[in-house]
């Protein structure tokens, strides 16, 4: 009978904060917020009814339940004058901070991710009594927080031949999402999943720009779409701007290409019957007698034989 009452007694003691009994206690926050891709620190610290402790210790820390919950960081100091050597460390992002034998399991949990947001629980163990094992049973609820960010803004056609304007954003809290602009129906709808929302803009016909807002308690983000709406009735005065300066474009360099692939020619020779003869050159000494030899004399006649 006196060992339930003291189980009682024991039952009693637990708060919120953590348990302590029998001379045991854990300290931590009911709940700690970090920023969404920086870092947080958990702090856990305890109390044992021992004045010196030179034995192995562990601690450990879990996430979703105590007790039985999934194990994300544990370190194990064999004696007091050795440092907790870190056993598991769940994709490398937990660092212990304290120091288990000055009775303090703090660690900081690096990049925070939407995943992070759990509830953790921190475990001492001292070798040798069984019952040398105490963990917080209430936790710590971690909550990640984020500014707007705008992660997503499309226009699309459906088979009607309509558009409509899409704009997705996160944070946390959930933020609101706005649009604005050109004149628009007042048909939208909004579809939200944790810490995202999304906002749809029906039946999109004026041109411009369309402004999507994002805003929450931390902040205000926007993402802009241009819309143009394209007519057939200009479609001819659209070709005729494109098409007409490539034409004259064509006809100068086929112009300049054949004047490169066919160049002027000189002026025309005169014909050989009418060129006049020429004698030919002689280095002779005798040339000169050579010709006067073969040319006939004027007035001479032939002999007769």
């Known amino acids: 009978m006196k060992e339930l009452s003291l189980v009682l007694l024991c039952l009693l003691r637990i708060s ?32 044992h009814p021992y004045k010196t402790f030179d034995r192995a210790l562990t ?25 907790c050597k870190t056993a598991i460390s769940h994709k490398n992002k937990y660092k212990l901070l304290g120091n288990p034998r000055h009775k303090d399991l703090s660690i900081r949990v690096d990049n925070l991710t939407w995943s992070d947001s759990e509830r953790y629980f921190c475990r001492v163990e001292l070798a040798g009594d069984i019952q ?5 049973r209430n936790g710590i609820k971690l909550h990640v927080i984020a ?9 699309s056609s459906s088979r009607d031949h309509t558009f409509q304007a899409r704009c997705t954003a996160e944070g946390e809290p959930a933020p609101a999402l706005t649009w604005s602009g050109p004149p628009y129906s007042n048909l939208s709808s909004t579809s939200s999943s944790s810490h995202r929302v999304t906002k749809e803009l029906r039946s999109l016909t004026h041109d411009g720009k369309y402004t999507c807002t994002a805003v ?12 143009y709406k394209f007519r057939a009735s200009d479609s001819s005065s659209f070709m ?6 490539l034409g004259i474009k064509v006809v100068i360099l086929l112009v300049i290409l054949s004047f490169t692939a066919f160049p002027r020619e000189g002026p025309p020779s005169a014909p050989p019957s009418l060129a006049r003869p020429q004698l030919p050159e002689c280095t002779y000494e005798n040339c000169d007698r050579r010709h006067s030899q073969t040319q006939p004399r004027a007035g001479a006649t032939p002999r007769r034989s």
């Open 216 to 227: 929450n308690s931390h902040g205000r983000a926007e993402g802009a779409i241009y819309f």
């Open 59 to 83: 601690a450990i820390w879990r996430i979703k339940e105590p007790y039985n919950g999934t194990v994300i960081f544990k370190c194990v100091s064999q004696s007091s004058s050795e440092l």
């Open 147 to 155: 500014a707007p960010r705008i992660i997503n803004i499309t226009v």
């Open 16 to 47: 919120r904060k953590g348990v302590q009994c029998n001379g045991w206690s854990v300290h931590v926050p009911s709940d700690v917020t970090g920023e969404l891709g920086k870092m947080v620190i958990l702090p856990c610290t305890f109390t």
């Open 240 to 245: 005729i701007l494109i098409f007409v300066p």
């Open 132 to 136: 040398d094992k105490y963990e917080s």
